[in-house]
């Protein structure tokens, strides 16, 4: 089998070939001599270009990993120390005041430096990304859509209303959740966006649902992706939307960032085109701010029974985006959720590279402890 369709049909423009054939790249299968590598759906036969193409797997996971470590040092590290120096030098105090379970800044310079905070951090994995990969730019992030099925887009659409409703009734109706600001984990905290001065608030507010979705959906389907797709479009689909979802701090935020990625993971192979994932991402993370902009403007007891009548009109939504597309048809929906290239590796050969690295078993551990950290300190603010 061509190693060259079996990536990408942006193949055909060559900057694939160009890219994987370069010389002394060792992030590409397509550089090993023997092309006799893929084995549809059974894995890899025992040879010695099998052990060549499991090395470059383990080079990309290093090198995946390398750029966690660097967003969790500026997320907290980084973050920490550049607050104590803007206090020495300024004597600008931004403490973090928890209140009532939300996290509430205590002036505009606390959220102007939270943004810039963001930005070096979500920058820091970009640069690394594209000194590690030298993926060219047409290939890993301004792609055109080349959308083979007009109804596969439609259908990722609706499969986004449908994921964001679950997601609304969740943090509308599980009690567990009120006390977690979604919105605040991230960026700002919606309490002080929507109730206190404006301005620069809803300026924030904007940042975050625009230009952080656009930051996030280029690190995690840009050159990362497009060099973890050699191995099967699934396991880089399922690897990203992982990856996004471990370097959250606390469980309310996990299903939002791994349901995401998801999505606009599939929506990216089936139109090999970065733009309509951005687009996908910002929707839902609109969809999403929703119910907590009802829990600061409605009265409490008003609130959830919104959110959930909201959930359900975003549910009705997708569900008939589905229905008018004809996805609920016989074999149209298995057709959405099969993507053209197979994974070379069973799920535990995938597993047993990852954990091949030293690095790899380092950021799973930091992972691991700060969401126990973070969700502990997110059930003590209830």
Not at 57 to 74: D, G, M, P, R, T
Not at 183 to 207: K, P, Q, Y
Not at 329 to 342: D, I, M, P, R, S
Request: aromatic residues 14%; positive net charge.
């Amino acid at each position: 089998m061509n190693l060259e369709s079996n990536i990408s049909s942006a193949a055909n423009s060559g900057c694939y070939s160009r890219w994987s054939e370069k010389d002394g790249n060792k992030y590409s299968i397509g550089n090993i001599e023997s092309g006799n590598v893929y084995v549809a759906g059974r894995g890899f036969n025992e040879s010695k270009t099998d052990s060549g193409v499991r090395s470059v797997l383990l080079n990309v996971i290093k090198a995946v990993s390398f750029a966690l470590i660097a967003y969790i040092l500026c997320d907290h590290i980084l973050n920490i120390s550049a607050a104590l120096l803007v206090k020495y030098i300024f004597n600008i105090d931004l403490t973090i005041i928890p209140v009532n379970g939300l996290v509430v800044l205590q002036d505009s310079a606390s959220y102007i430096f939270m943004v810039t905070m963001t930005m070096i951090k979500y920058a820091v994995v970009f640069f690394i990304f594209r000194m590690t990969f030298h993926m060219p730019t047409s290939l890993a992030h301004f792609r055109a859509p080349t959308v083979k099925n007009k109804n596969d887009i439609i259908h990722s659409f609706g499969m986004l209303f449908i994921t964001a409703s679950v997601l609304a009734f969740i943090y509308s109706a599980a009690k567990i959740f009120i006390a977690v600001d979604y919105v605040g984990s991230n960026l700002m905290n919606n309490a002080t966006v929507f109730s206190e001065d404006s301005g620069i608030r809803w300026l924030l507010l904007v940042i975050w649902l625009v230009l952080i979705s656009c930051l996030v959906e280029v690190i995690v389907h840009s050159s990362a992706f497009a060099a973890l797709r050699q191995f099967g479009d699934w396991f880089a689909v399922m690897y990203m939307s992982i990856i996004s979802a471990m370097i959250l701090q606390n469980f309310a935020l996990t299903p939002v960032a791994f349901l995401t990625t998801f999505i606009t993971g599939i929506t990216v192979v089936k139109t090999e085109s970065i733009y309509a994932g951005t687009i996908q991402r910002i929707i839902i993370n609109v969809l999403i701010s929703v119910p907590y902009a009802m829990k600061v403007i409605l009265p409490p007891d008003m609130w959830q029974k919104c959110g959930l009548l909201f959930g359900f009109a975003v549910f009705a939504t997708g569900f008939i985006i589905l229905g008018a597309s004809g996805f609920f048809k016989k074999g149209v929906a298995k057709k959405y959720f099969t993507l053209e290239k197979k994974n070379l590796f069973s799920g535990g050969e995938y597993v047993s590279v990852y954990f091949e690295s030293l690095l790899s078993i380092i950021v799973f551990a930091v992972c691991i402890i700060l969401f126990i950290v973070g969700s502990l300190v997110s059930f003590n603010a209830r």
